[in-house]
Each structure stands twice: as C-alpha cells, then as structure tokens.
C-alpha cells in the first residue's frame, strides 16, 4: 500500500467525526433532552480523557520497566507539562476571554417609566412626579443571559474540537509510524479503530450547542470536523516520516489536560440542567459507549 493511499485511509480516520456532528443542528431540544446529551457526551470525554492518559503513560511505564530511569524521568516531565498546559493554558485563556466579553458588553439601560396622570388629593403627600418608577428593561437580562450561554457554548465546543484535534493528531502519528515500518495490517487496523472512536467524538464536539439550545451553521460545524479530524490526516502525514515517542506523549499531555478543563466546565453546567437521574443516566450511557468502541477495536486485534 502507498504512502498517499495511507494518507487517504488516514483522513477517512479522522473525517468520521463528521458523523456525529449533526446532533448540533437539532432544533429546540426539550430541556431534559438537552441535559441527556450533555451528560452523554461528559462520559465520552470521561473515557477519553482515561484513554489518552493510558496511551501517554505506555512510554513512561516501559521506560521503567527497562529501568531506563533517564527517559522516564524526562517522559514524565513532558507528560507533566503538557498536562498544566493543556488544562491551566485554557483556564487563563478562558479567564482573559471573560474580561474581553465583560469590556465588550454595553451596560444594561435603566429604563424610567413616565409619570401617570393621576388627582392628587390633599392627604397625598409624595407629588405626582415621583411615582414614576426607576426598573430594568424586562427582556434585557433574559436575553443577555441567552446570549452569554450561547456563546459560552461555541466556546466550549471549539475547546473540544481542540482536545479532541490534539488526541487525534497523536493517534494519525501512530497509524503513519505503522504504515512507515511496514505493518500495514497494523495500520489499517489503527484506522479502523480510530474511525470509530471519532464517530463518537463528534457527537462530544456539538453536545454543549445542543444542550444550550445553539443551532449553528453547517459552515461552523464544518469547521469545529476539521479542527478535531484533521489533525489524524496531518499525523499520519507525519508519522511515516520519523518516529518520536516523545512527542506523542506531548501531544496527548496537551490533549488530556484540555479534556479534563473541558470535563470540568460541562459538569458545572450539567448538575443545573436536570434532574440527578438524567444526568447520571447520560453519563453512564457517554461512558459505556467510549467502552464499547474500545471493544470493537480490541476484539479487530489492534
């Protein structure tokens, strides 16, 4: 097999998180539904943070197990580091975007209500001027509100479709670092099983638009499948040209720490969104279907 067919194969992998990106445009989910696939899609991530960190440790742990304790040592501080990156980098730049947006936002006006005409009789002592009454516009803060959620939730799908990207460029690394020694069957076999991890990472990427009621567009969904697929067509392009464990395990620190900051805002958000049940039962449901693909891949023999 070629070096471009595999590039090809590779891209496939990575385009078949397109599939559960849909979900995103469904219209005017009810809201249990909407807290259902927010919590469905924190167990998908709950598994995939435990995947990557398992793929990440794999170097480290044979480095000790060879008593190479030089390269686990570095291992562990790559891994280290691009754990604090991935999740303490987005913190911040989270913080920086919410002073950006607080600059940004007009005051809310005061709207101050005329004076009604009234009698004014002798015994009334305050005059008719001040019964005019100082409130907020109604709509104003319901809309405001609406409109911060909404935006917060493109935020927090474009910062998946950034973990998940990182993820899926280290896994195109080791589909083009198989094709590059030769194990083909192997790398078909990586692309198979990754194809159908990404399926479900999709569905991750579009939960937040979907549990806040945002209905983008297809040309923004079109982008958040190019920033989480992509990057396995650019690693497989990669990795059949050298082979560097280290920066996998960096790739994947990055990846982790910006799941597990991602996992922690959607869970701050799903508690307030139904009831306990649902939310539990949403994420048990994320988390066995990240098993069962998991499955279906060990039982392909890869």
């Known amino acids: 097999m070629s070096a471009s067919q595999i590039a090809l194969l590779g891209a496939i992998a990575g385009f078949t998180i397109f599939l559960g990106?849909?979900?995103g445009r469904l219209?005017?989910?009810?809201?249990?539904?909407?807290?259902?696939?927010?919590?469905t899609a924190i167990g998908i991530l709950l598994f995939?943070?435990?995947?990557?960190?398992?793929?990440?440790?794999?170097?480290?742990?044979?480095?000790?197990?060879?008593q190479s304790y030089g390269l686990a040592v570095v291992d562990g501080v790559v891994l280290g580091g691009g754990l604090a990156v991935g999740l303490l980098g987005l913190v911040y730049f989270d913080r920086w975007m919410a002073s950006r947006r607080a600059r940004m936002s007009p005051p809310v006006a005061a709207v101050v209500s005329p004076p009604v005409p009234v009698s004014v009789g002798a015994g009334d002592a305050a005059p008719a001027a001040e019964r005019g009454a100082t409130t907020l516009a109604p709509?104003?803060?319901?809309?405001?509100d609406r409109g911060a959620w909404g935006s917060h939730a493109r935020q927090l799908a474009l910062l998946i479709a950034v973990g998940i990207g990182l993820h899926n460029f280290a896994e195109g690394l080791a589909i083009g670092n198989s094709a590059a020694q030769g194990e083909i069957a192997l790398a078909?076999?990586?692309i198979i099983g990754f194809g159908l991890h990404n399926a479900t990472e999709g569905f991750g990427i579009v939960a937040p638009l979907a549990a806040a009621g945002t209905r983008p567009s297809w040309r923004y969904l079109a982008a958040l499948g190019l920033i989480g697929g992509g990057p396995t067509f650019l690693g497989t392009l990669i990795g059949q040209q050298f082979t560097n464990d280290l920066i996998s395990v960096a790739f994947l620190a990055l990846a982790a720490g910006s799941i597990l900051y991602v996992v922690i805002e959607l869970l701050a958000v799903g508690r307030r969104m139904g009831p306990k049940h649902i939310f539990t039962w949403g994420l048990l449901a994320g988390l066995l279907l990240g098993f069962a693909t998991d499955a279906i891949v060990t039982a392909a023999g890869v």
């Open 21 to 23: 990106l849909p979900i």
């Open 27 to 39: 219209r005017s989910p009810a809201p249990r539904m909407r807290a259902l696939l927010n919590a």
């Open 48 to 66: 995939l943070l435990w995947d990557v960190l398992t793929h990440a440790w794999e170097p480290l742990d044979e480095a000790i197990g060879k």
């Open 139 to 144: 709509e104003a803060g319901t809309g405001a």
């Open 188 to 190: 078909v076999l990586l």
